[in-house]
Each structure stands twice: as C-alpha cells, then as structure tokens.
T-cell receptor, first 113, second 111 residues
Framework: DGGITQSPKYLFRKEGQNVTLSCEQN?????MYWYRQDPGQGLRLIYY???????QKGDIAEGYSVSREKKESFPLTVTSAQKNPTAFYLC????????????FGQGTRLTVV | EDQVTQSPEALRLQEGESSSLNCSYT??????LFWYRQDPGKGPEFLFT???AGEEKEKERLKATLTKKESFLHITAPKPEDSATYLC????????????FGTGTQLKVEL
C-alpha cells in the first residue's frame, strides 16, 4: 500500500539531546513537509522540500534541521536549541502541483523528560 | 500573510442533528482549500479539495462548499463515528504549495 510512514510513534528525549524523526513515503511525491501540532493550535510548518537536495524553512524552523538526500525520505532533527520540543510532529507529502492535496503520516509524539 | 480561522472551536451534537462548521480565510491567490479529519493521536485524513467559489463536494454525510471568503462543512444526520477534529487549510500561489491550517473544530456526536 502506498503511504507515508513516520517512526517512531513515541519518542522521549532528555534535555540537551538531539533526536531524529523519520519520514518515508512510497507515493513518488516530489514535495514533503514537516508540521508541528500543539494543543489548541493549528499545524505549523517547520520545513518543506519541493525536490531532492533542496529544502526551505517554514514558519518555525529555529531549533530544527532537515535533509532530503532521497526522494522517499525527509528526516527531521530536533536539536537541543529547540526550547520547547514537546509536541506532535506530522510529516506530509504531495505531488507538488498547485491545488494538490497533501497526505499525512500518523505522527510522532515527542516528549522531553 | 495567509490566515485561516475556524469556528466554532468545539461543537457537540446529538445523533441526527445536522450542523455546519465554518472556515474563513484570507489568502493571496487561492490555489485550493482543503478539509481534513483528524482523530486523536492520528495524522489528518484528507476529505475534500475546493478550488473556486461556488464549488461543492460531497462524501457520505459531509458536504463542503466554498465562497470567496469562507468554506462550510455541512454534516447531515451525524453519527457518533463522525466525532473528530475537522481541519481546514488553504494553499496559496507560489511558496512551495505549502498548506496554512486553521486550529480546527472539535466535533462530538452523542447518542
């Protein structure tokens, strides 16, 4: 089945540690996105990539980093510089054309302990 | 700056009691307005895309409509399984086809 796979589902991080969230898609989509979701807030865009080896900052990129070495993969690293990393992280992809819907993974819940 | 406002924040309905959710938006060059359903602890599930004012789309008990300033998600004779958070998002021209989301409407349908 085609889709987007995020792993792990739950992740615990100690203060000062970097952690990497995985996102893989087999939909052959060019564009991929990372969003953060906090209670009572809408999804906020962290980073996005329209093509391999290229990515742009979203609205809340500080404290995060990404790479796009393969079309299928768009990992997100939450660095120790991110002041409030506890949140629900969602990865999405779409075909890249205007007006095309994005499909989401099932999310990773990151908790700082 | 693109903005999306959803209302109400929360809605409680009795089974069979029809209602509408609102999504007001301001965007430069709308390329698409999207509705998603999100269950607790899950990723959003795509429902509809609307492209131009006057357009309507239906799926089971859901019907989405679009004007130049807002979209409505009408729920006819809802069932408890329709309980979820409904998210609205817009896509503007340029900018990598990214979506700008509203904060959602949390719907609970009771027996």
């Amino acid at each position: 089945d085609g889709g987007i796979t995020q792993s792990p589902k739950y992740l615990f991080r100690k203060e000062g540690q970097n952690v990497t969230l995985s996102c893989e898609q087999n939909l052959n989509h060019d564009a991929m996105y990372w969003y953060r979701q906090d209670p009572g807030q809408g999804l906020r865009l962290i980073y996005y990539s329209q093509i391999v080896n290229d990515f742009q900052k979203g609205d809340i990129a500080e404290g995060y980093s990404v790479s796009r070495e393969k079309k299928e993969s768009f990992p997100l690293t939450v660095t120790s510089a991110q002041k409030n990393p506890t949140a629900f992280y969602l990865c999405a992809s779409n075909g890249g054309g205007d007006g095309t819907e994005a499909f989401f993974g099932q999310g990773t819940r990151l908790t700082v302990v | 700056e693109d903005q999306v406002t959803q209302s109400p924040e929360a809605l409680r309905l009795q089974e069979g009691e029809s209602s509408s959710l609102n999504c007001s938006y301001t965007v430069s060059g709308l390329r698409g307005l999207f509705w998603y359903r999100q269950d607790p602890g899950k990723g959003p599930e795509f429902l509809f895309t609307l492209y131009s004012a006057g357009e309507e789309k239906e799926k089971e008990r859901l019907k989405a409509t679009l004007t130049k300033k807002e979209s409505f998600l009408h729920i006819t004779a809802p069932k408890p399984e329709d309980s979820a958070t409904y998210l609205c998002a817009v896509q503007a021209g340029g900018g990598g086809n990214k979506l700008t989301f509203g904060t959602g409407t949390q719907l609970k349908v009771e027996l």
